[in-house]
């Protein structure tokens, strides 16, 4: 049976620490952390924040109704869930793990990669006045 647009819209809304807002012509889910699904204001589809590793698990699983969003943001990890193909059991599913990965804490960055800087780049030196009478 298809998800309606009302229906995960309902299932979106349940998950722990979720609201949602506008967000160009769709509406967007978001933990504190950030946005893990936008819904079409048609209704036609919604749009996971996977990693993409869930991206390529869920495509597999569900290749009929789930896909990467064409372009860069594809590449991100943005999947395209056509509401109309995919059955309620793994839209659920992908669901949660778009919420699970939004509500995780964010990496921090390690101290070793905090105290490495980038070499600056060498300068020239200035030509001497006996290598200007040179040339």
């Not at 809304?13 to 889910?29: G, K």
């Not at 996971?48 to 869920?58: E, P, V």
């Amino acid at each position: 049976m298809p998800i309606t647009p009302k229906r995960a819209r309902e299932l979106a809304l349940s998950l722990e620490n979720t609201t949602s807002y506008p967000h160009f012509d769709r509406l967007a889910f978001r933990t504190p952390r950030r946005t893990f699904a936008t819904l079409a204001r048609s209704g036609d589809d919604l749009n996971f924040m996977f990693d993409l590793a869930a991206q390529a698990h869920f495509c597999n699983l569900a290749p009929h109704a789930i896909a990467p969003v064409a372009g860069g943001w594809g590449r991100m990890g943005a999947t395209r869930c056509d509401l109309k193909l995919i059955d309620a059991a793994t839209f659920k599913v992908a669901l949660e793990a778009a919420h699970a990965r939004a509500n995780a804490p964010l990496a921090k960055k390690s101290r070793a990669a905090k105290s490495i800087k980038a070499p600056k780049p060498a300068r020239l030196a200035k030509p001497t006045k006996s290598a200007k009478r040179r040339g």
